[in-house]
T-cell receptor, first 108, second 115 residues
Framework: KNEVEQSPQNLTAQEGEFITINCSYS?????LHWLQQHPGGGIVSLFM???GKKKHGRLIATINIQEKHSSLHITASHPRDSAVYIC??????????FGTGTRLTIIP | EAQVTQNPRYLITVTGKKLTVTCSQN?????MSWYRQDPGLGLRQIYY???????DKGDVPEGYKVSRKEKRNFPLILESPSPNQTSLYFC??????????????FGEGSRLTVL
């Protein structure tokens, strides 16, 4: 079965800390998305990865195809980074399977 | 402004009363898709479309219909809504029709309550 697992489910950290959120999947994929959902519900795309690493501002996303694992890192975290972060995967086709999300809270 | 627009944003209806949630994008995207989000279950794909007149089922298509008669529009139809379809619905689009589809652009969501 094609599955996506995220960890941790919840994460609370102090402002300025380095944050890592993990996503593991069960079989080979064609691409992986990292999404951000703020309280109030809107969803924003952060990254789409097929291989390697991408960086945008304080956000870094990496993917290891052999280990079937991706990480989202946030450097110098800020309270405005508080949100739910969601991993979504294309298992070789156009369907998307989602992880259940990681709720991040950054305390000032 | 590039955007995906869903309507209505909020709707309360009763069991069995047909309803349509509209989704429109102004970016000439090939790929459009519908998702529902439920507490504890996360986001799940309902239907997706790779282009005009090309649609396919996602993981939870039961009770829903879609159509793609124009590239910009992808309405979600609930022919006979039931309370288990109470949920938060999102439409999304992206440029390409083949995975990887490119960056996903989401609508603001439609909160549906079926009594």
């Amino acid at each position: 079965k094609n599955e996506v697992e995220q960890s941790p489910q919840n994460l609370t950290a102090q402002e300025g800390e380095f944050i890592t959120i993990n996503c593991s999947y069960s079989v080979g994929i064609s691409a992986l998305h990292w999404l951000q959902q703020h309280p109030g519900g809107g969803i924003v795309s952060l990254f789409m990865l097929s291989s390697g690493k991408k960086k945008h501002g304080r956000l870094i996303a990496t993917i290891n195809i052999q280990e079937k694992h991706s990480s989202l890192h946030i450097t110098a975290s800020h309270p405005r980074d508080s949100a739910v972060y969601i991993c979504a995967v294309h298992f070789g086709n156009e369907k998307l399977t989602f992880g259940t999300g990681t709720r991040l809270t950054i305390i000032p | 402004e590039a955007q995906v627009t869903q309507n209505p944003r909020y709707l309360i209806t009763v069991t069995g009363k047909k309803l349509t949630v509209t989704c429109s994008q102004n970016m000439n995207h090939e790929y459009m898709s519908w998702y529902r989000q439920d507490p504890g279950l996360g986001l799940r794909q309902i239907y997706y479309s790779m282009n005009v007149e090309v649609t396919d089922k996602g993981d939870v298509p039961e009770g829903y219909k879609v159509s793609r008669k124009e590239k910009r529009n992808f309405p979600l139809i609930l022919e006979s809504p039931s309370p288990n379809q109470t949920s938060l619905y999102f439409c999304a689009s992206s440029l390409l029709s083949r995975a990887p589809t490119g960056e996903l652009f989401f609508g603001e969501g439609s909160r549906l309550t079926v009594l």
